[in-house]
T-cell receptor
Framework: EIVLTQSPTTTAASPGEKVTITCLAS?????MYWYQQKSGASPKLLIY???SLASGVPDRFSGSGSGTSYSLTINTMEAEDAATYYC?????????FGSGTKLEIK | QVQLQQSGAELVKPGTSVKLSCKAS????????MNWIKQTTGQGLEWIGI??????????NVKFKGKATLTVDKSSSTAFMQLSSLTPEDSAVYYC?????FGVGFDYWGQGVMVTVSS
């Protein structure tokens, strides 16, 4: 099973600040997916196939990476971005998720 | 618009089974594979398995084989997951989620259903 390790576990950012969340895979994966989950809500797809923006997602979100290292970047933090973020892979069975990064607004 | 409407919260006794439903609307049900995902505070998000609504073909996370059984009813555009031999460790929020056609992510999720296993 491929283990996805996210860092940081928790972080806080001021409005306008740039935020980067990292996802390290225990083995190489071909693509990474990113989700945002707000309290009490279902996860929402942000990024698919490593760097493609899902429909309706603001372009301040971006994804990059390859091999075992991937990242999600929020270019300018907004209050509505406070949430928990998860990475996900399915390059090999089983599909796995990272343990999450909680992002708070300062 | 695409919607996945899940059944309501369940309080069930240990050793019993429960069947959760996920009714799809707003798209052709057989066009996208349906997945089930478990969320707990301790274990985070865990993928349970996937079903092809067109063929009924399934694939499971080995961890959930024997625990979960995925089925569909094409006539009502509904996906089901039966969980058997329930223990307190099965207490969680369970989501159904539609696989995107161009990758292996999930673009639409149900609202989630809380299953509590307690005597």
């Amino acid at each position: 099973e491929i283990v996805l390790t996210q860092s940081p576990t928790t972080t806080a950012a001021s409005p306008g600040e740039k935020v980067t969340i990292t996802c390290l895979a225990s083995s190489s994966v071909s693509n990474m997916y990113w989700y945002q989950q707000k309290s009490g809500a279902s996860p929402k797809l942000l990024i698919y196939s490593t760097s493609s923006l899902a429909s309706g997602v603001p372009d301040r979100f971006s994804g990059s990476g390859s091999g075992t290292s991937y990242s999600l970047t929020i270019n300018t933090m907004e209050a509505e971005d406070a949430a928990t973020y998860y990475c996900q892979q399915w390059s090999s069975n089983p599909l796995t998720f990272g343990s999450g990064t909680k992002l708070e607004i300062k | 618009q695409v919607q996945l409407q899940q059944s309501g919260a369940e309080l069930v006794k240990p050793g019993t089974s429960v069947k959760l439903s996920c009714k799809a609307s707003g798209y052709t049900f057989t066009s996208n594979h349906m997945n089930w995902i478990k969320q707990t505070t301790g274990q985070g998000l865990e993928w349970i398995g996937i079903i092809n609504p067109g063929s009924g073909g399934t694939s499971y996370n080995v961890k959930f084989k024997g625990k979960a059984t995925l089925t569909v009813d094409k006539s009502s555009s509904t996906a089901f997951m039966q969980l058997s031999s329930l223990t307190p460790e099965d207490s969680a929020v369970y989501y159904c989620a539609r696989r995107i056609p161009f990758g292996v992510g999930f673009d639409y999720w149900g609202q989630g259903v809380m299953v509590t296993v307690s005597s």
